[in-house]
């Protein structure tokens, strides 16, 4: 069974770096044909896609990240980490990864809460 487990700083300053990790658990990130994407909620609004990167290990973003972040993975580690740079208080929220196939996703991480505060 897939479980997916993300960590990362709950806080970060204005204009500083988030750097999330995503570590998969009972399968391969490597595993044909699946996804493994970034999806965030703020609050009181729906989810987000912000990107994923594919079993190859090429990448897809949303417009907003494609201009302030990246997502990259380590094999070795079975984790795959999303990097969103010059963050403001509007990137507060419920940040989760899941992995998607089809456009489908299942299973999710439980989500980790990261506020942008000063």
């Known amino acids: 069974q897939v479980q997916l487990q993300e960590s990362g700083p709950g806080l970060v300053k204005p204009s500083q770096t988030l750097s999330l990790t995503c570590t998969v658990s009972?399968?391969?990130?490597?595993?044909?044909?699946?996804?493994w994407s970034w999806i965030r909620q703020p609050p009181g609004k729906g989810l987000e896609w912000m990107g994923a990167?594919?079993?190859?290990?090429?990448?897809y973003y949303s417009p907003s990240l494609k201009s302030r972040g990246s997502i990259s993975r380590d094999t070795s580690k079975n984790q795959f980490t999303l990097q969103l740079n010059s963050v403001t208080p509007e990137d507060t929220a419920i940040y989760y990864c899941?992995?998607?196939?089809?456009?489908?996703?299942?299973?999710w991480g439980q989500g980790t809460q990261v506020t942008v505060s000063s």
């Open positions: 899941a992995r998607e196939y089809g456009y489908s996703w299942s299973p």
């Open positions: 009972g399968g391969s990130i490597t595993t044909n044909y699946y996804y």
């Open positions: 990167i594919r079993f190859s290990g090429s990448t």
